[in-house]
C-alpha cells in the first residue's frame, strides 16, 4: 500500500521545516537506494527519494510516524536517525 502512495502523490514541500527525519537505506545489486522519511507533525510523512530524485507526501490515516518506519524497515530498508 505504501508503493502504491508513493507512486502516485509525488509533489513537493518546503525543505526548511523543523520536522523530524529518518534516513533509510536499501541495498540493490550494485546501487543503493536512499530515502529520507520526515514527519510533519500532521499526520503526514514527507518522502524524498534520492535516487529518483522526488519528493512526496503520504497520508498515514491515523498510524503513528514510528509505526510507519517500523514498516518501511519491515520491507527491508536499514533506518536510522
Known sequence: MFFLLYCFVITSCDS????????????FIEDELVRRYCD???GTVTVFDQFMGSEAIIDLNG????????GVDDEGFLCFD
Open 16 to 27: 526548511d521545516d523543523d520536522t523530524y527525519c529518518v534516513r533509510c537505506e536499501f541495498n
Open 40 to 42: 510533519n507533525g500532521d
Open 63 to 70: 498510524e503513528s510516524f514510528d509505526s510507519f518506519i517500523e
